[in-house]
């Protein structure tokens, strides 16, 4: 089989800039080894997130020059409603200015104080609506998807049994509504299988619960289904797109990931009490319905990259550069969760330190190094992240991982390549790294600001 290459040749460049050892260590002493508070342009490769980094197309600067900004009524708005439609045919979509919007206005609208919302993993940006709003996060994920080393075609599937008894005991009065999340973003970037979603459904549709996706890598998603679900093969995205969808109450889009646009995002849903009430709460918060917290010429790059993200040539090459990657670390013995998921590598970062121990949080001690040997940004998903209790005691979260996130579009193979070998080689000499702690850590949220210092 011939090379999968990149199915774009580059028009626009942005110029990288190459740092030494020595200026590296200079910048992350300055920011106290917290990698969210460096510079980005003292980043070669910048990991740390898909989530609007994507390079738009020449037809999506085209359409943003096509924008039309009025207040009300836009044709923007008009042509952003049809292209999310033709893949998630809901009756009423609400733009909102990125996928956190759409969250704090559902869960405001639906959720009571004292409620619970299901979900496979949460995110934790829509753990922490969950959170503002007095209700609770179960994540209610499989089994196997705690596990780097287990392989498991769907490993973001929901455990629908798991889900069932916890409606039962819960009582369906005190959960809105049910959620599933396509692809898993914190377990790892793994897919839910049509199977699944559908079973979820039916328990929902038992317990008279509506089911919502959360919909940010939706394409990415339907591209496993047809690679790896039996009966799929030779359907196309869009067709599995829609099936996934018809499945769903509602969804909420963070158009920063799939879409491929650099802000954006909606919520969709059928039911015709609610919608009024998100509506009126958007105008509060975002602005008015037919923009939502967007210009005009947004909707439109949202409504072209739309078209794109569901292209097949384009998801065969964005999961081949993710495989390309996992490959060769895989045969070099490098620990990370298995299979490769949609957006990213997940570094298992407890099994390449096995010295550290989870509360000296190898996965930030991993992430440091791979900026300081390789200026690679990534970002610890891990016992910094996760490992504060309520109560304000420490535990080990479930995995150490060390997320390298891939923008859309953006690096080449050669690019990857250097990745490939800065974390060989830093491999090579795991052996001779140490754990870290924090020196100050705000009460929430702390990774994003904390500051950390190695233990002696
Ligand atoms: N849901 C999932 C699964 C996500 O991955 C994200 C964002 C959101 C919701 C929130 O969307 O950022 O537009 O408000 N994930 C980014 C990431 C930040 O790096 O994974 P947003």
């Excluded at 377990?187 to 549709?205: A, D, H």
């Amino acid at each position: 089989m011939k090379t999968i290459i990149e199915p774009f040749r580059i028009k626009s460049v942005e110029p990288i800039r190459m740092t030494t050892h020595k200026e590296r260590r200079h910048h992350i002493e300055a920011v106290d080894y917290n990698l969210f508070a460096l510079h980005s342009d003292h980043v070669l490769i910048d990991l740390l997130t898909d989530s609007g980094t994507s390079s738009m197309s020449s037809a999506q600067w085209a359409a943003v020059m096509l924008g039309d900004e009025s207040y009300a009524g836009s044709p923007s708005f008009y042509r952003f409603e049809a292209a999310v439609r033709e893949l998630m045919p809901f009756r009423y979509i609400i733009p909102t200015h990125q996928g956190r919007a759409a969250e704090k206005i559902l869960f405001t609208v639906v959720g009571r104080e004292g409620q619970v919302i299901p979900n496979n993993t949460h995110f934790d940006t829509t753990r922490a609506n969950v959170e503002a709003r007095g209700m609770t996060a179960a994540d209610l994920g499989i089994e196997e998807g705690k596990h780097p080393e287990v392989e498991h075609p769907f490993k973001g599937n929901m455990d629908v049994e798991k889900l069932d008894a916890f409606i039962r005991e819960t009582g369906p009065e005190n959960i809105p509504l049910c959620m599933i999340t396509v692809t898993n973003n914190s377990g790892g970037g793994q897919p839910v299988s049509m199977e699944n979603i559908r079973r979820t459904k039916e328990v929902c549709r038992r317990h008279g619960l509506p089911l919502f996706i959360d919909a940010c890598r939706f394409a990415e998603n339907a591209y496993f289904i047809k690679m790896r679900e039996p009966g799929y093969e030779e359907k196309t995205v869009p067709d599995i797109v829609r099936e996934m969808f018809s499945h769903a109450d509602g969804c909420t889009m963070s158009a920063k990931k799939d879409p491929l646009v650099n802000i954006g995002g909606w919520l969709a849903l059928n039911n015709e009490e609610w919608v009024d009430q998100c509506r009126n709460f958007l105008i509060l918060t975002e602005g008015f319905p037919t923009y939502g917290g967007l210009a005009g010429r947004d909707l439109d790059a949202i409504a072209a990259g739309l078209r794109e993200a569901v292209d097949e040539e384009y998801l065969r090459y964005r999961y081949a550069s993710m495989r390309y990657v996992a490959d060769r670390l895989t045969a070099a013995g490098v620990p990370m969760v298995r299979p490769v998921g949609g957006h990213a590598i997940f570094l298992d970062a407890r099994g390449f330190l096995p010295q550290i121990p989870p509360l000296h949080y190898p996965g930030q001690s991993l992430a440091v190094e791979l900026y300081l040997y390789g200026g690679i940004r990534s970002c610890e998903i891990g016992t910094s992240m996760f490992g504060k209790q309520a109560d304000g005691s420490e535990q080990p979260a479930s995995m150490d991982l060390v997320r390298l996130a891939i923008p859309r579009r953006v690096y080449t193979q050669s690019h990857m390549d250097y990745v490939i070998e800065v974390i060989l080689e830093v491999f090579e000499r795991r052996a001779s790294l140490k754990g870290m702690r924090y020196t100050w850590q705000p009460p929430a949220l702390r990774h994003f600001t904390g500051k950390f210092a190695y233990v002696d």
